[in-house]
């Protein structure tokens, strides 16, 4: 019966070892022109099963592994420890505007926290083909080139301080977002107001709707 | 248990069963866990048994090959949804390497750990109860399983959804709807406020004529503040056009009889008549019938279990989730459901592995549609509490969704809402 008892720790690490560890291994402090020091990332452990526990409370309304179905939903798997944290937390004291997420982050201490993103760094991000606008992709996808490049690195596909995963997020959730920076009520890093009140002046207010439907299209890293 | 033991349970499981269904234990056979009902719960349970242990023989048992979701049924009722949209089956949770078994289990032998499916005996070293509930017949007087057929309750989703629909859209412009709302508990505290709000958006759009009129039980119900707000916004709510009319208990709202040859319900003190162009009663409900068969509720028609594990009080390695069971704050709700279902896989896998469980989380998180663009929610994260048994709420967090929330917040919720459906349906049967 030895086989009944590693099982359930042979599953909940597999995620982690099927994962290569380049997503979350630790980055030299590099010195670009923004003089920005990057934080060393936060590297994952094999998932407890407290991990377990907690992420499975999740996954109900986030999908399977973290991989939301939509249409609004945001996909979390894959998201970076530090990112998922700070997001909790921001949740957690009200400083990010949500629906239903503020009132569920006051439920946790900052272990179980750790324990969420811990699980869910190490799933995959699985993402569903939606509807978006070819026009709007199209000058979305310059937008991103001209302004959001440098920290939504590799067409928003990596998760790097804090930039989330955005290609092929939702939509509507992408809009939600986009809207709540433009209407000041999410917080975004000094570097990121810059860029994004410069986009909305040379490019009208439509420019967010473009950007958020060039990331809702990314499906395939390769054809990027 | 270690392996002593697991011959010995087994051995005694089969004999007594009559059967000769010895596992072949040079293969590291494993334990049998039987699931009855393959709901909210049931299928969650199946599926993350198997997740969490492998090696479990894990059989899920439900009465019928499809299922039809109670969640957005609400919506079809409306009309704004299909009903093959809520319509669900078990072809996919085979994949997983659980025996699915379309069937009705009928009763059982809890001390000598079998169940009867049909003229089958199986047996089991732990038993997953998850079977929903049974409508009181009777406990208004008048409405039975035959006046349901006329009255529909669609408090179980499927034929009944698609009676109350068709009804629905034969009444004439001008027809009065009747609700009427059992006392608590039920399944799905926010459920008769939901429909009246998705009829009245029907009846708004279809037949201006007509109105929805909830004869509660009750004095107070789930989510009032916000339904009556988004009922003031939508459907004229306290106006004397209003689309709603809702009365409490204390109000001649209380619903004693129905007479289904008459399509009447009495209600309020002198047991007043009124006629409905349509009547839907909610009965008041019990855990399903088989909890009972198997000796599993209390004189209320519950379930009481440990809240940590949820084994029942009155049976050993017998585990009741879902609607049926009773779990404190959490509501009977398909979410509650699902985070119960996870427990109590994570509780009997600790115990066939013979180690400690983890401290148990639990999540609800319920959204109402009350109109286009337009939802509600409710969300709670609880703990389990060791001193007196209980799951409870964590302090300051959870609750409902803001008083004054903006119209576009109000438009996310529906959206997330229907995110809420596609994933937590795809946990359960992908
Ligand atoms: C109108 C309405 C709207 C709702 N909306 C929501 C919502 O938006 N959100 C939410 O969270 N919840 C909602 N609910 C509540 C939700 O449907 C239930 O809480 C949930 O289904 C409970 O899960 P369960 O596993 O206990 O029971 P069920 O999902 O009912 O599953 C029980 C299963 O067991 C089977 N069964 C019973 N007895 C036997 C037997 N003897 N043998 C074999 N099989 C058997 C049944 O056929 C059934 O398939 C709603 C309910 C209603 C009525």
Known sequence: MKHLRTSALAMACCGLLFNAPSAFASKDDDKDDDKKKKKTATAAKPVSPRGLMLANTCVGCHGQGGSSLGPATPTISGMAIDTFTDAMKAYREGKRPSTVMGRLAKGYTDEDIAEMANYFVTQKFVRVAQKTDPAKVKAGKKLHKDNCEKCHEEGGFKDEDGSSILAGQWLPYLQFQMADFNAKKREMPEKMAKRLNAMIKDNGDKSLEEVAHFYASQQDKKAK | ?430
């Open chain 2, 1 to 430: 248990m270690n392996r002593r033991e697991f011959l010995k349970t087994t051995a005694l499981g089969s004999m007594a069963a009559g059967l000769i269904s010895i596992p072949y234990i040079a293969k590291g056979a494993g334990q049998k866990v039987i699931v009855i009902g393959g709901g909210a719960g049931g299928t969650i349970a199946a599926k993350y048994l198997k997740k969490m242990d492998n090696s479990l023989d894990v059989t899920l048992i439900e009465r019928n090959a499809d299922y039809f979701t109670c969640f957005m049924s609400n919506e079809v009722i409306g009309g704004d949804r299909k009903i093959e949209s809520i319509k669900f089956n078990y072809e996919r949770l085979k994949k997983h390497g659980i025996n699915v078994i379309i069937g009705e289990v009928t009763g059982g032998d809890l001390n000598a750990k079998t169940i009867k499916v049909g003229d089958k005996s199986l047996n089991y070293d732990k038993l997953v109860v998850s079977p929903g509930v049974d409508m009181k017949w009777g406990a208004v007087e008048g409405y039975d399983e035959a006046a349901s057929e006329k009255m529909p309750h669609a408090w179980k989703a499927g034929p009944q959804t698609a009676l109350l629909r068709k009804q629905l859209e034969a009444m004439p412009d001008g027809g009065v709807v009747l609700i009427t709302a059992p006392a608590n508990p039920f399944r799905c505290p926010p459920g008769p406020y939901e429909r009246a709000s998705l009829v009245a958006q029907y009846l708004k759009h279809h037949k201006p004529k007509s109105k929805v009129i909830v004869l509660d039980a009750k004095d107070d119900f789930a989510k009032k503040g916000l339904f009556e707000q988004a009922w003031k916004e939508l459907y004229g709510y306290g106006t004397d056009k209003s689309l709603i009319e809702w009365r409490s208990a204390a109000n001649q709202g209380k619903v004693s009889r129905v007479d289904a040859a008459k399509n009447a319900v009495y209600a309020g003190e002198m047991g007043d008549e009124i006629v409905g162009a349509v009547v839907n009663v909610i009965p008041p409900q019990s855990a399903g019938k088989i909890a009972t068969a198997l000796g599993l509720t209390n004189d209320a028609g519950w379930c009481p279990v440990n809240r940590k594990t949820f084994e029942s009080s009155q049976a050993k390695d017998v585990h009741v989730i879902g609607d049926a069971c009773m779990a404190d704050a959490m509501p009977k709700a398909a979410y509650a459901a699902n985070s119960q279902a996870k427990v109590c896989a994570a509780a009997i896998v600790a115990a066939l592995q013979g180690k400690e469980m983890v401290a148990p989380a639990y999540v609800n998180t319920c959204y109402s549609i009350v109109g286009h663009d337009y939802g509600i929610s409710v969300a709670a994260v609880y703990n389990y509490k060791a001193d007196d048994n209980s799951i409870a709420p964590v302090q300051g967090a959870g609750g409902v969704s803001a008083k004054d929330a903006s119209a576009e917040d109000r438009k996310r919720e529906m959206l997330y809402g229907l995110s809420w459906f596609n994933n937590i349906t795809e946990d359960m049967f992908g």
